[in-house]
């Protein structure tokens, strides 16, 4: 075992890998390299990680992701030792760790990395694990050895996450715009049928349908990390809610992913969830 393998199983990632950064630009708009490169001048690898998250499927109206604290934080404060190994070994380069936060497209970077397996949905598939894996990265210019690994193959591509989808199961493309995780963080009035949509949908944030329907999640190995197995909340009540502003809001859920578009996106959800569907728009 290697120096890093130990530092990123010390930090509690189920697999890592790294890709040399110039494998990354095709997939990378100039915008997005050029606030990499302010990140990190001359960046030259991206180590992924993936972290996993699945903690049951209890019953709930949470996302399975969203119910433990906030992988943004817990990413971070589990890659900061990793990056401090590295500039022991490479003093005056710089190591800048990222979870979800970046200009770096974190699943390309993992699936380069020959990590899991591409999954038709868009996510990491890493057995045992399923898709229930977060992914962080550390960018660097530092001239790290990393030989460059056969990409991720396919998944077995049984359509099941596809027909689960109420956006691609009709065989169109994929709008964001339509997703049911974006719709229930997306902030101001909705449209009738963005309403009705929500209003039939069994959570109130984020969509588990295509992972929940994915073969590679039927027996998904639960995660040995406490800040996503152990106090969960798995569900959310008006009355959680009731009176709460957004600082008190923040003071009581701010550690937690669902936090972070504040409480009346919530409210509007679960006011939806307890009245008849909108009928959508001809």
């Known amino acids: 075992m290697t120096g890093l393998d130990r530092a990123f199983q010390d930090a509690g990632a189920a697999a890592w890998g ?24 001359r960046p030259a690898a991206v180590l992924a990680a ?29 890659l900061a030792p990793i990056c401090d190994v590295l500039m022991e070994q490479y003093p005056g380069e710089s190591f800048v760790p990222a979870a979800d936060s970046s200009p770096l497209p974190e ?13 038709r949905n868009g996510l990491l598939i890493l057995p045992p694990y399923g898709s229930y894996v977060f992914l962080g990265t550390i960018l660097t210019g530092a001239p790290l050895p990393l030989p460059e690994r056969p990409t991720a ?3 077995m591509g049984c359509g099941r996450c ?30 009738p ?8 949908h069994p959570l109130i ?11 590679y999640n039927e027996a998904a190995a639960r995660s040995p990390l406490p800040e996503f197995s152990a106090g969960c909340i ?41 009245s008849p569907p909108p009928a959508p728009s001809a």
Not at 164 to 191: E, I, M, Y
Not at 193 to 200: K, T
Not at 205 to 215: M, R, V
């Open 18 to 41: 790294g890709v040399a950064y110039r494998r990354l630009l095709p997939h990378m708009a100039p915008e997005a390299h050029a606030r990499a490169e302010a990140l990190c001048p």
């Open 50 to 78: 993936a972290f996993p998250y699945y903690a049951g499927d209890r019953p709930g109206n949470l996302s399975l992701y969203a119910r433990g604290e906030d992988y943004h934080r817990v990413l971070l404060r589990r």
């Open 107 to 119: 699943r390309e970077a993992a699936w380069l990395a020959g990590l899991g397996l591409r999954g």
């Open 153 to 155: 193959p396919d998944c």
């Open 162 to 191: 596809r027909a689960a989808c109420p956006v691609r199961r009709d065989g169109a493309a994929w709008d964001s715009s339509r997703c049911l995780s974006h719709l229930t963080q997306k902030k101001g009035t909705l449209t």
């Open 193 to 200: 049928a963005e309403a009705a949509a929500l209003a039939a």
């Open 205 to 215: 944030w984020g969509c588990d349908l295509c992972q929940t329907a994915c073969p």
């Open 234 to 274: 798995d569900s959310l009540t008006p009355a959680d809610l009731e009176g709460l502003t957004n600082r008190t809001f923040d003071a009581r859920y701010g550690q937690r992913a669902f936090a972070w578009r504040g409480p009346a996106v919530l409210r509007r959800n679960l006011a939806l969830h307890g």
